[in-house]
């Protein structure tokens, strides 16, 4: 195959030039992108503008895929061994783009992280990523290690939910990315924005090659997407996209995949920048929200419901719920959206396994404006929540609700531009008896969470919770664990300030809370953090108090002792009337204290708790704080879920279960 060399080859030694006239086309590329199939049946020499992005001035690299996707008027000729691609001359750097030196892989992963204003990462050194964490422990980027990949995950994960940015957690292709899954996993369901570098072994095999490749393939599943990174020019590009990519839409995990020939190559690289492009509403957003104002308008009673994809238009939801007289119900994820103090706040519903403020403001609502949120079955009490009224959902990605819903009208649209579209055409309504109603209600339940009597045999979960917002101001974080603890969280501890309170909703994993308290504690040091876990959770996760002191933090750890799978001995109780498998053995949690280093505090009946949570929340070191709980009251949460769970047996197995547990209950059985 002969073709006709481009003019800034004459430089080339004539026999060069006489055997790049006969090279095959496919030794150049396994994926030459950038040419059509005729441009590759033709040509080896191809000249022209790629994308409008800019190339260094000269590459040298092995054959193999191209992984350069950009260029601007470059030329490009191909050899047995070596590409070549030359900028010509006159062209400066493109525009966006900015010289960032020679430098590894390695070095370029976090010098785009710093571009990207990344404060820290969390991970476990390997043989795989030592190359990125001997980068990071020479920048200024904070590294935290902590026991385990899955709490590394953890951490990233409170961190982006904690600031609203990206978490990034540094993860190796094999047992720490199967590790850290749990993690990615949880970020994908409840919608958070984390960025996993997963650093794999040589791609061509030897010692240190890929150990388990299957485990990137599965975690490809859980990403919104998974980058391989080719070389090291392509990092700045590939890693500005992922980091859009955790944001872009419903926010969610990204997988960006470094291999270690990557992390070593050394070239000049270039980036294109981090922020964010421009957010406008499309014309189908548009046509959406002019058929949701004609609702609005018709509507004589509408209700809120914030989820956390609303937390960036807080400001815009308070000024709707004034606008339009409207109760403002929320999300377990988005709790502190609006302060449970402002007049139109009802804290998390609405349903009956909500707030009873919710359920009463809600009632007789004619429309729900449902916001930034997906309907999923925590948050709808695991289906005791079933509205009547029309919805309008707006969403950066709608969900279709089921067959049974009612009607629906969805809106893909950021919700701070949706909202302020309708701000800007709605008139103003007023309902004092809907606030008078409100603020009596909200009376109501403080009054009957100050009038619970006192346990002298266990600690009452719900009078913790009180005294805990009573010791703590509306900016400090609490963090919760899977477990029965967290639903008494739901109804004694409103949350006061958006990204406060942390829970791991819609994939439940237990572990969450004691690396998420730690990287909570990190990102805001001023601010009092503290975790509530179960006797499991506490099993798995309890060593992340060592990261706690490697890190030189003090969050307050309270361990709901009980000894048992507390949720699970509920939800067998409810729904089957005996107990299966759920007794745990029992911790001497001092001892454990002292194991970890770390100060001991224990609370075993009401009337300790006072003096043992002043003395836990002023201790300048991490503390463990033992209680011992009793769970014999369900919270409304449980109450109703239990019901709803019950109400879809089948009639026959209703019957059955019912029978037993009559039986059971009567012969006193458990």
């Known amino acids: 195959m002969n073709c006709t060399l481009a003019p800034s080859c004459r430089s080339l030694s004539s026999g060069t030039r006489r055997w790049l006239t006969r090279a095959p086309m496919g030794r150049l590329s396994s994926e030459p992108f950038w040419l059509s199939e005729a441009a590759r049946a033709r040509m080896v020499v191809v000249s022209g503008t790629l994308s409008g992005r800019p190339l260094s001035s000269i590459w040298i690299m092995r054959m193999g895929p191209i992984v350069s996707k950009h260029g601007d008027g470059a030329t490009f000729f191909a050899a047995p061994a070596l590409l070549w691609c030359r900028r010509p001359k006159g062209r400066g750097v493109g525009m966006g783009t900015a010289e960032w030196g020679h430098m590894s892989g390695a070095q370029g992963v976090v010098d785009s992280l710093r571009r990207a204003g990344i404060p820290r990462v969390f991970g476990l050194p390997s043989v795989e990523n030592s190359l990125l964490f001997d980068a990071v422990r020479r920048s200024a980027i904070e590294l935290v290690l902590p026991s385990r990949e899955a709490a590394a995950a953890a951490m990233a994960d409170a961190h982006a939910r904690l600031t609203g940015e990206v978490g990034v957690c540094v993860l190796s292709a094999g047992p720490g990315l199967l590790s850290g899954l749990e993690g990615l996993a949880q970020a994908r369901r409840d919608s958070v924005p984390l960025l996993a570098l997963v650093a794999s072994g040589p791609s061509g095999g030897g010692a240190f090659a890929e150990p388990f490749?299957?485990?990137?393939?599965?975690?490809?599943?859980?990403?919104?997407?998974?980058?391989?990174?080719?070389?090291?020019?392509?990092?700045?590009l590939h890693l500005s996209r992922a980091l859009r990519l955790c944001r872009e839409g419903e926010p969610g995990p990204v997988l960006a995949e470094i291999p270690r020939e990557v992390q070593l190559e050394r070239a000049r690289l270039e980036g294109t920048g981090f922020r964010p492009g421009p957010r406008v509403l499309d014309g189908g957003a548009e046509a959406g929200?002019?058929?949701?104002?004609?609702?609005?308008?018709?509507?004589p009673r509408v209700g809120l419901y914030a989820g956390a994809g609303a937390i960036e238009a807080a400001e815009e939801v308070a000024e709707l719920a004034q606008r339009l007289a409207a109760p403002v119900a929320t999300t377990i994820?988005?709790?502190?959206?609006?302060?449970?103090s402002h007049p139109w706040a009802v804290g998390f519903g609405p349903g009956p396994a909500g707030s009873p403020v919710a359920e009463a403001a809600f009632r007789d609502r004619s429309l729900l404006l449902a916001v930034g949120c997906r309907f999923s079955a925590p948050a709808t009490g695991f289906g005791s929540f079933r509205p009547t009224s029309p919805i309008v959902h707006i969403d950066a990605a709608p969900r279709p609700l089921g067959p049974d819903c009612p009607p629906v009208l969805s809106i893909a649209a950021p919700a701070r531009l949706a909202l302020r579209y309708l701000l800007d055409r709605l008139a103003q309504?007023?309902?004092?008896?809907?606030?008078?109603?409100?603020?009596?209600q909200k009376r109501e339940l403080r009054r009957a969470l100050d009038e619970r009597p006192e346990r002298d045999e266990a600690v009452d979960p719900i009078r913790f919770f009180r005294m805990l917002r009573e010791a703590l101001a509306g900016e400090d974080?609490?963090?919760?664990?899977?477990?029965?603890?967290?639903f008494y969280a739901l109804a004694a501890f409103p949350a006061m300030a958006p990204r406060r309170w942390l829970m791991p909703v819609d994939f439940r994993s237990a572990g969450f809370a004691v690396p998420a308290a730690v990287a909570a504690k990190l990102a805001l040091p001023e601010n009092r953090v503290v975790a509530c876990v179960g006797d499991a959770g506490f099993a798995v996760s309890g060593f992340e108090l060592l990261t706690a002191r490697r890190c030189n933090i003090s969050p307050v750890v309270v361990v709901f002792a009980d000894e048992h799978l507390g949720l699970v001995r509920?939800?067998?109780?409810g729904i089957f009337g005996r107990e299966s498998c759920v007794d745990l053995v029992p911790v001497d949690y001092e001892k454990a204290a002292q194991a970890l280093g770390v100060a001991y505090v224990r609370a075993r009946r009401d009337a300790e708790l006072p003096g043992?949570?002043?003395r836990a929340l002023t201790l300048e070191a991490p503390v463990l704080l033992e209680l011992r709980v009793d769970y014999r009251q369900s919270p409304r949460f449980l109450t109703a879920a239990l019901r709803s769970e019950w109400q879809r047996l089948p009639r026959p197995l209703m019957l059955r279960l019912g029978a037993r547990m009559l039986l059971r209950r009567l012969l006193g059985r458990r």
Request: charged share 20%.
């Open 213 to 236: 490749p299957e485990a990137i393939a599965a975690a490809r599943h859980l990403c919104k997407e998974a980058i391989r990174i080719e070389s090291a020019e392509e990092v700045p």
């Open 289 to 299: 929200l002019k058929q949701a104002l004609s609702l609005i308008e018709a509507s």
């Open 333 to 340: 994820s988005g709790l502190g959206l609006l302060p449970f």
């Open 429 to 440: 309504r007023d309902d004092p008896q809907l606030l008078q109603l409100i603020l009596q």
């Open 477 to 486: 974080v609490l963090v919760l664990d899977c477990g029965q603890h967290a």
């Open 570 to 573: 509920t939800a067998q109780d």
């Open 612 to 614: 043992a949570l002043q």
